[in-house]
């Protein structure tokens, strides 16, 4: 099994900046994709950005792109998506995600998911 644990969201203000991380343990060895997503309240689970294992190949949302940044340190197990220029309509719960597979941008793909941390973005 591989457990994701997120950290760094909380409350920041319209143009702010945030930087999750999600530290991944267990069986580290079998993740390949990692990615972010995001649940607002009464919506749907909708996708953030992914990466790929060595990070050459990622993927933004079109309403994240220019604003998000996804990284990862594999020595570290460790993702991160960088927040700039935040927006009230990006307050969300921010879940990580990891997959077995190279490269993952759908939801269905992913094995792994962390428990959330709360983005709120005040206007």
């Known amino acids: 099994q591989v457990q994701l644990v997120e950290s760094g969201g909380g409350l920041v203000q319209t143009g702010g900046s945030l930087r999750l991380s999600c530290a991944a343990s267990?069986?580290?060895?079998?993740?390949?994709?990692m990615g972010w997503f995001r649940q607002a309240p009464g919506k749907e689970r909708e996708f953030v950005s992914s990466?790929?294992?060595?990070?050459?190949?990622?993927t933004y949302a079109d309403s994240v792109k220019g604003r998000f940044t996804i990284s990862r340190d594999n020595a570290k197990n460790t993702v991160y998506l960088q927040m700039n220029s935040l927006k009230p309509d990006d307050t969300a719960v921010y879940y990580c995600?990891?997959?077995?597979?190279?490269?993952?941008?759908?939801?269905?793909?992913?094995?792994?998911w962390g428990q959330g941390t709360q983005v709120t973005v005040s206007s």
């Open positions: 267990g069986r580290t060895f079998s993740i390949n994709a």
């Open positions: 995600a990891a997959a077995k597979v190279y490269y993952a941008s759908s939801r269905t793909e992913y094995n792994y």
């Open positions: 990466i790929s294992w060595g990070g050459s190949s990622t």
